[in-house]
T-cell receptor, first 108, second 114 residues
Framework: GQNIDQPTEMTATEGAIVQINCTYQ??????LFWYQQHAGEAPTFLSY????GLEEKGRFSSFLSRSKGYSYLLLKELQMKDSASYLC?????????FGAGTTVTVRA | EAQVTQNPRYLITVTGKKLTVTCSQN?????MSWYRQDPGLGLRQIYY???????DKGDVPEGYKVSRKEKRNFPLILESPSPNQTSLYFC?????????????FGQGTRLTVV
């Protein structure tokens, strides 16, 4: 089966940095995605990692260590609009399995 | 505009009354899938399809059916809905299953079964 863990909630201040960790234990691995989901809306793609290392996209970066079954999403220069749920998902064998999501609240 | 369209957006129905949620994408994507999202459980995959006439079970397929007669459409069928199928449903499509294939999600269908 698939086991994907991420913290339930995180709170940070506007302008700060937050790191959301994701650990996974899956029967196989073909890549890891991060999605952002605002309340009541559809998830939107943030990043994809298939090789070890850091992928940077503007204020968002994602890191992967396949040997450790570990990824993190780094959000820099937090803005109020970054308040949302962040979903870690592992792609394996044509299936995409999601963690329960981390709700990030940005405070002024 | 590239998009995934689900209908209806909201639906209240009674136990046992068959219903279909439609999903259509205009991006010529091969891979499509259905998810349900429940509080504390995240998104769980119901069924997926790798191409026309090719479908397979996800993690929670019980009580659902799908079909893929055309590339653009991937309807979700509940033959006999039950209250435990009350949930938020998302359809998604992606170009394939290779590298960097982000999924595009529809806007969701909030289903209530009473």
């Amino acid at each position: 089966g698939q086991n994907i863990d991420q913290p339930t909630e995180m709170t940070a201040t506007e302008g700060a940095i937050v790191q959301i960790n994701c650990t996974y234990q899956t029967s196989g691995f073909n890549g890891l995605f991060w999605y952002q989901q605002h309340a009541g809306e559809a998830p939107t793609f943030l990043s994809y990692n298939v090789l070890d290392g850091l992928e940077e996209k503007g204020r968002f970066s994602s890191f992967l260590s396949r040997s450790k079954g570990y990824s993190y999403l780094l959000l820099k220069e937090l803005q109020m609009k970054d308040s949302a749920s962040y979903l870690c998902a592992v792609f394996n064998d044509y299936k995409l399995s999601f963690g329960a999501g981390t709700t990030v609240t940005v405070r002024a | 505009e590239a998009q995934v369209t689900q209908n209806p957006r909201y639906l209240i129905t009674v136990t046992g009354k068959k219903l279909t949620v439609t999903c259509s994408q205009n991006m010529n994507h091969e891979y499509m899938s259905w998810y349900r999202q429940d509080p504390g459980l995240g998104l769980r995959q119901i069924y997926y399809s790798m191409n026309v006439e090719v479908t397979d079970k996800g993690d929670v397929p019980e009580g659902y059916k799908v079909s893929r007669k055309e590339k653009r459409n991937f309807p979700l069928i509940l033959e006999s809905p039950s209250p435990n199928q009350t949930s938020l449903y998302f359809c998604a499509s992606s170009p394939g299953t290779g590298d960097n294939t982000e999924a595009f999600f529809g806007q969701g269908t909030r289903l209530t079964v009473v």
